[in-house]
């Protein structure tokens, strides 16, 4: 039945070797419609059904993922076709040349060097990893360098890309080191077996001296005052920790509580004490 063939196939090759294939399900494909993916990259090959397979909410196939796809300078055939119960349904063929749909990994290794006397940076990089393209020459890029914004006036300065920068280096010739800034470069073909679409970003690399945010005043002073404080806080707590730890003398014997007959027998015996002392007392003055 017409409308029952996938629609909007599209493959991906992106980090050197990894190919994502996707599709619509037909426009009148019903819910039990079920698509299956065979491909191969020479007419001696048989046809290979694919491993991995993504799906929708309905359990239906609306794409394939490949790993360790090899590029080189080959053509590779896909067909999805399908069934619904038990009936075969309209089927899909493309021939794809694979390094036309390679999304270029970003360019490596990128560093920057300036001379702050000669208000000039010099930004190198290597080319992007590919499995297929050795040749330096092959790659020419696109460079964007931003001025990053100013915190108290809230400004940010993108410098206008510079595209067609061929060999891997470029020199910045506005720089000044009071300021801050960030650099990020893609690749494209440059006559080669590439792919004519732009590559990924490198992660921003940011250079210059200058602060990306702002201290207020108040913050400046109130900085040196807690940490003042917070010392002198320390200093107490460290001289009360010694004292209390100062070792503190134990008594020779055990404490017992005094009893009320612990109390009267030592009062008797102060008392039989002091009438004896008296008694010898009388008898030393008679003799």
Not at 259 to 276: A, C, G, R, V, W
Request: a positive charge; charged letters at 25%; aromatic letters at 10%.
């Amino acid at each position: 039945m017409n409308g029952t063939a996938i629609e909007n196939f599209v493959c991906v090759i992106y980090n050197v070797s990894f190919m994502n294939c996707t599709w619509h399900v037909g426009r009148t494909a019903s819910g039990d419609t079920q698509y299956f993916l065979y491909w191969k990259t020479s007419r001696k090959e048989d046809l290979t059904e694919c491993q991995n397979y993504i799906k929708d909410n309905c359990g239906r196939h609306t794409g394939c993922r490949f790993q360790n796809v090899t590029i080189e300078n080959k053509r590779a055939y896909f067909l999805v076709n399908g069934s619904r119960s038990g009936q075969n349904i309209q089927s899909h063929e493309k021939m794809i040349t694979l390094y036309k749909i390679e999304k270029l990994t970003p360019p490596l290794n990128v560093t920057v060097n300036c001379r702050e006397a000669s208000h000039v940076c010099e930004i190198s990089w290597q080319p992007p990893r590919t499995s297929h393209v050795k040749r330096h020459a092959c790659f020419k890029y696109e460079i964007v360098i931003e001025n990053k914004a100013d915190p108290e006036k809230n400004i940010k300065t993108t410098s206008k890309p510079e595209r067609s920068i061929r060999g891997n280096s470029y020199i910045f010739e506005s720089f000044r080191a009071e300021k801050r800034y960030s650099v990020k470069i893609r690749a494209t073909d440059n006559g080669c077996l590439v792919s004519t679409s732009w590559g990924e970003w490198t992660t921003p690399i940011e250079f210059g001296k200058e602060q990306l945010t702002s201290t207020p005043s108040y913050t400046l002073f109130l900085i040196p005052v807690l940490a003042a404080s917070l010392v002198l806080f320390l200093c107490i707590v460290s001289i009360y920790l010694k004292k209390t730890s100062a070792t503190i003398p134990q008594p020779r014997g055990q404490f017992h509580e005094i009893s009320p007959m612990d109390f009267q027998t030592e009062n008797k015996n102060q008392l039989i004490k002091h009438e004896t002392e008296e008694i010898i007392t009388i008898i030393e003055e008679v003799a």
